[in-house]
């Protein structure tokens, strides 16, 4: 197992932690600057880009992993540490994987179209419609989530709403150093450890897929981390936000020799915060009669410093959130039935509500304008 963890994450954060330092001197050169405003926390000009580095680093590493298991098939070698199990599975890795390169293409279009938002700005509106038609594209090629109903079109419709709203999710995370990032962090490698270690049967290719993301996103991290040396744009939040929703749909939570039911709840668990303040942040800014898309400094973070806390102690808070709603996933795999799983509930809204009750002293401090922090 080990030796599975290395393979995937090892290549994938190098291959990141070098591309982002590349694109540190080169983003300057093509104009892929992120300028201060006062709708932005960062106060000095900062390059953009970093999200290029976390695909290429996703692609590349799921590209060799593709090639080294077809030679395995075509040669019949038997690697040292390589898990017995993952090995007499590999013909079906290799099918599903047509799926997780269709993926990899919705990715590449969604990274184009946020450089080109970072360079020079694009409306909502348009971006939402690719993101729908990418969405809608990838549930009728099978990406697509039973939710225990009969009428498959259900599924479907769930499934689009799920990928868009993550992808925008993740975005709109996307407003400190090191913030969506470190939540993608978390979400990966808290998914991985559901699908390797509480299921029957591990799931390996949805398993490895999120540990190469896990090794992309903590490439970057060291050079994202307070004060960061770079930014990943709209093209490296919109891409994490694809793969968290797609892995979740492609990967089996429900296995009825380990759990009931009610494990299906996991993923609410692991984004719970990530959901909330998408939720929350929409709210806000269609009470107070403003587009929904339109960035402001209503997110828990931003409610987060105006109590008091330093922008990199705001971060660590959001992210042991995170990390303690998603534990919950781990513990929903012990409880024995709806009841005990409703209890786990319960936990993760005290949870949520704390952070409410935080978001609105902050709100309440500083004006009911969000702009009115910047």
């Not at 709840?265 to 929350?280: G, W």
């Not at 806390?309 to 303690?324: E, N, Q």
Request: include cysteine; glycine fraction near 10%.
């Amino acid at each position: 197992m080990l030796w599975f963890l290395a393979a995937c994450c090892v290549p994938s954060f190098l291959l990141s932690f070098f591309g982002t330092a590349a694109l540190r001197r080169l983003a300057p050169k093509w104009g892929l600057i992120d300028q201060p405003a006062a709708r932005k926390v960062h106060v000095t000009p900062t390059p953009l880009g970093g999200g290029l580095a976390i695909y290429v680093s996703f692609l590349v590493t799921i590209a060799v992993a593709q090639g080294v298991a077809w030679l395995i098939l075509a040669t019949d070698i038997r690697l040292p540490g390589l898990p017995a199990e993952l090995q007499v599975h590999l013909p079906g890795v290799l099918y599903r994987s047509q799926q997780v390169w269709a993926i990899i293409a919705a990715g590449a279009l969604l990274a184009v179209m946020g450089l080109i938002d970072d360079f020079k700005g694009l409306p909502w509106q348009p971006r939402l419609a690719v993101q729908l038609g990418i969405a809608v594209a990838l549930v009728s090629g099978g990406v697509r989530a039973t939710v225990f109903v009969d009428a498959p079109w259900i599924g479907a419709v769930i499934t689009v709403g799920w990928i868009v709203v993550l992808i925008n999710a993740f975005n709109f995370l996307d407003n400190m150093d090191a913030l969506s990032s470190g939540i993608a962090l978390i979400a990966s490698l808290l998914f991985a450890t559901v699908m390797l270690t509480c299921v029957a049967e591990p799931r390996w290719l949805v398993a490895g897929a999120l540990l190469v993301l896990a090794g992309s996103l903590g490439g970057f991290l060291c050079h994202n981390r307070p004060p960061a040396t770079i930014f990943m744009g709209d093209s490296g939040s919109t891409f994490i936000g694809l793969v968290l929703a797609t892995m979740t749909v492609l990967g089996t939570f429900y296995d009825e020799s380990v759990a009931g039911q009610h494990v299906m709840l996991a993923p609410l668990f692991i984004l719970a915060v990530p959901l909330y303040d998408f939720t929350s942040v929409m709210i806000i800014r269609i009470a107070e009669g403003r587009s929904p898309f339109h960035p402001d400094k209503s997110h828990f973070s931003h409610r987060l410093v105006e109590l008091g806390l330093s922008r990199p102690y705001a971060v660590l808070t959001v992210h042991l959130a995170t990390l303690t709603t998603g534990l919950g996933a781990l513990l929903l795999y012990r409880a024995a039935g709806w009841t005990e799983a409703m209890i786990l509930v319960a936990q993760l809204l005290c949870v949520l509500t704390i952070v409410a009750i935080l978001e609105t002293v902050g709100r309440r401090r500083n004006g009911t304008d969000p702009d009115s922090t910047g």
